[in-house]
């Protein structure tokens, strides 16, 4: 898995954000991308925090649980981040195409 090294730093925020909601240990995904686990579960809360601001600007609520916006919680609610991340994915890279071909907002 040398190829995850070389990412973006956008890309591996996506891919820490995966890899612990599907159960990774933070130190587990820092193995992989060489970084500390104290790193990565900082990167895992920006994330979140992002996609928490993201979906609320889209007119949806975040789901207002006990332990939500801890790791239990957000595990619990998988569906909801996973699908928020893709959304959020595809805004930027429509922003990114957009930017590139000259149009803007």
Known sequence: MNYILEIKQFDRACFVFTEVL???TYKETGAIINLSGERVRQIFYRVLRGLRYFVTRLDGT????PYVYDIRGVRAN???????????INAVNKKSKEKQNGISK
């Open 62 to 65: 975040p789901p207002e649980e």
């Open 78 to 88: 998988k569906l909801f981040w996973t699908t928020a991340l893709e959304a959020y």
């Open 22 to 24: 599907d159960g990774k």
